[in-house]
């Protein structure tokens, strides 16, 4: 039998979307656009006085297709929808600007934007969100509102000034960043847009190296956002190295400080060109000429918890410096739902031992590989490190910060590893994955797993306790738990503290169960003391440890009144209630005299105490309609004499 398959962390979907191929350059009739933004693949075929359009959608949205009006001299260079897919922009040549309009007819109603600038090659554009739009030139940018109900464009503001040679966008927050390169200087701004406005973030000020040789003169910049905070990245060949060390470094500059401070440096052991995707916070860097893809978790670092605001006081002191959190992967196929590691992506006659070099990667996660005519979304498949050699404690720091949905279930399965009889972690790797998982509980991040203690009862604990687990599997992992929990000020379960002493039972170690009660390893709480109850039978001197937990808790005299009566201690119960003011607490007369009515002197004593109580409560020393007390009333009469119905309770008797 074949062996099965190694799975790999990182995969593209199965499906995605296949679309007509690229046609070679020498083709003028037929082109293929894709739009990263909106996922889109547009197929424009060059008919008599118009354009074709056929669109793609990756995700499920509809196909379908429209004319457009074409212009001699002008071809299509570049089309984006909006976001609602029914507006387009439509980039001819260098300098022409059109926005399309599409009924749900599929005609389209083309209108001119007329730039201010008109003397500017137009280096890219993108929509904003609320039919807002900014057009970037050779000089700056020209901000727009585009009303599709009228089909004009007003300008907002013109910014100019600069020598733009690069510009990128962040659809997610809505920022771009213009490159303004003249060589030996080169200068990043960033600028944010909301509605008809927008403000200026961060500048840097580079230097690049004369005569574009040296250390620096191969560098690559993109922009991404990781746990809700936008960087743009640079990466820096460091030339050659010795082997093993670090070749090249990604620098990450937070775009929203004013002089786009560094605040991550990632460290490459490999020279070249790379490509990159986001997935789950995860920044995936892929090295085309090894085909190698290294997986960098900005929040896995030393010392870093589950907590944003640790991270933002680190690294005002210095950048943190990281390393990929795994070993280089290859990116994987699925194929009838099984991940089969793939050197290199299907490309005919391509036997390099390389990625495709016709392979492109577009934000955050959308791999395409133009040769094959494929689009698809890279994944992580989280359940494949189970079986890695990582340490499981990395692994959880590295799991608690990833997508709930999908990492829940193989945190669950890491830490059942790690505390599995046959083959368990060391106790103090155990201890810092639990110290991990509770860090995460208190930082109440907005992202990734809080695992609470529910669902470690459910899922971990109770499958732990078996009859086959020897005690020492399994104490020690909840104690372990329950220091972890103290530690941080999380009040533990009273679940938890049960099954404590539940193994305890079980294994008969009734003086170790003693010793936890009398340090208070197991807290006190209601719960606890009915289940040391509970356990009477089987160890009586439960009887006395619940009893006095009760007495410890804070407005329990209702619970040990109930507990004494429930063992027939009736005269107890009456001293206890004795002790107490009479507006203490509230107990029903029946409830006594029912529990004493088959011992005629307790009887007696009973009737005779809450007597006397009803005239410290209520002036009266009868008995009210509401206390249910008639047949009581007439069977102490029946019993007893006159003289002895007028005794106190301290002349009755007692025992």
Known sequence: MAAEPRQQILQLEHGGLRFRPVPPASDKKCRVVLDGETETVFVVNMLDGRSLVQVQAITPQGDFQFNLTAMQGAPIKSLRFDDSRSVLAVKRGQSKLHITNISASMHSNQFPVNLKDKASNIKDFFWLKNNFFVAVTAKGFEHLQVNTTHNTVKSLKVLKGMNVSQVYFLKESQIIVLESQVPPSLVLQAFAFEGASFKRLGRADMELPSGGAGPQSKEQRFVCTLYNRSYVAVHTDQGKATPGSTKAYIYLHNLEDPSLRIEHVLGLDVNGNVMHNVVDNLLIIHHQVSAKSYV?????????????????????LAPLRHEPIIPPVEVSELIDGRALPTAKLPVPGNLSGQYSATMCCFRPSLVVETSVATARHLEVNLSALLNSPISKDILVQFLIHRQRETAMPVLIDLVNQAVDPAKPEPLD??????????????????????????????????????????????????????RSLTAVHI????????????????????????????????????????????????????????????????????DIIEVLLLQQQVIPALRYLRSLPPEAVQVSAKRFLDASQHNKSQYHTTFLFFRERNQQLRKTAAFSPEDGCEAHVERFHALFSVSERDQTPSKSKSK
């Not at 640790?310 to 690294?315: G, M, W």
């Not at 109770?462 to 909840?478: F, G, M, Q, R």
């Not at 160890?539 to 006095?548: G, K």
């Open 491 to 558: 009040p533990v379960e009273h679940y938890i503290y049960e099954i404590v002493i539940n193994v305890l039972v079980q294994h008969r170690r009734f003086y170790q169960l003693h010793q936890f009660l009398q340090y208070h390893v197991v807290d006190d709480s209601k719960p606890v003391a009915f289940k040391l109850l509970s356990l009477q039978t089987q160890y009586p001197p439960a009887f006395q440890l619940a009893l006095d937990m009760f007495k410890r808790l804070d407005k329990c005299h209702e």
């Open 296 to 316: 960098f978790d900005i929040m896995a670092h030393p010392g870093m918890t589950a907590s944003p605001a640790r991270q933002k006081r680190a690294s005002r």
């Open 429 to 482: 790797v155990i201890a810092r994955i639990f110290d991990t998982l509770n860090a995460a509980c208190i930082a109440q991040s907005p992202w990734g797993v809080n695992m609470q203690q529910d669902i470690l009862f459910k899922d971990v604990f109770e499958k732990l306790n078996s009859s086959t687990t020897p005690i020492d599997a399994i104490i020690p992992v909840l104690l372990e738990y329950i």
